[in-house]
């Protein structure tokens, strides 16, 4: 099993910056995909970053150019930095793991509020 615990969120005023952290324990194995998904009200949950132990990224439309996937393999971490932050990017974020035989995480999400 493995457990994922995400920090960082909170309340922010548009166009401003925020991390997110997320900490994977238990059995990891390599290589995986870890990754960051938002939910705002009354949507589905979407895509936000993903990052390979390989170091290879995807980013939602949405987000490219203003959000930046990195990880810590070492420490199994993964963080997402959040830079001109929207009211739009409100939601709840997720932090997720998958394995190499698809075997699938989340953390319990941490809200990100932006508003003036």
């Known amino acids: 099993q493995v457990q994922l615990v995400e920090s960082g969120g909170g309340l922010v005023q548009p166009g401003g910056s925020l991390t997110l952290s997320c900490a994977a324990s238990g059995s990891i194995f390599r290589p995986n995909v870890m990754g960051w998904y938002r939910q705002a009200p009354g949507k589905q949950r979407e895509l936000v970053a993903t990052m390979s132990s390989g170091s290879r990224t995807n980013y939602a439309a949405s987000v490219k150019g203003r959000f930046t996937i990195s990880r810590d393999n070492a420490k199994n971490m993964v963080f997402l930095q959040m830079n001109i932050l929207k009211p739009e990017d409100t939601a709840v974020y997720y932090c997720?793991?998958?394995?190499?035989?698809?075997?699938?995480?989340w953390g319990q999400g941490t809200q990100v509020t932006v508003s003036s």
């Open positions: 997720n793991l998958v394995g190499i035989r698809t075997d699938t995480y």
